[in-house]
């Protein structure tokens, strides 16, 4: 099975920065995407970043330009660098990947347990 696990998070004052890290495990076939979702108390699931297999980004507008996310193919590991963070970056972050575990198998969404970020004074 595919295992994603989450790591970085914790308590910033704002203004301050977190990098975030994610490691898959188990048996993958194939990777089309990786991302980092957020969801806030008693708000939706948000997409913060996402990147594909070839390295396309796409970001939430409130978080463009301060975050940056990065991806080893290799060690299908997936990591956001969180700058000049704000109260409202305030959620429960997930890794994200979308891929197949089998040729005939379809992708889907595989998640992280979640990693709480707090940005407070």
């Known amino acids: 099975q595919v295992q994603l696990v989450e790591s970085g998070g914790g308590l910033v004052q704002p203004g301050g920065s977190l990098r975030l890290s994610c490691a898959a495990s188990g048996f993958i076939f194939n990777v089309d995407a990786m991302g980092w979702y957020r969801q806030a108390p008693g708000k939706q699931r948000e997409l913060v970043a996402r990147?594909?297999?070839?390295?396309?980004?796409n970001y939430a507008d409130s978080v463009k330009g301060r975050f940056t996310i990065s991806r080893d193919g290799a060690k299908n590991a997936v990591y956001l660098q969180m700058n000049s963070l704000k109260p409202e970056d305030t959620a429960v972050y997930y890794c994200?990947?979308?891929?197949?575990?089998?040729?005939?198998?379809?992708?889907?969404?595989?998640w992280g347990q979640g990693t709480q970020v707090t940005v407070s004074s």
């Open positions: 990147i594909t297999r070839r390295g396309s980004t």
């Open positions: 994200n990947l979308y891929g197949s575990q089998g040729y005939m198998d379809s992708n889907r969404d595989f």
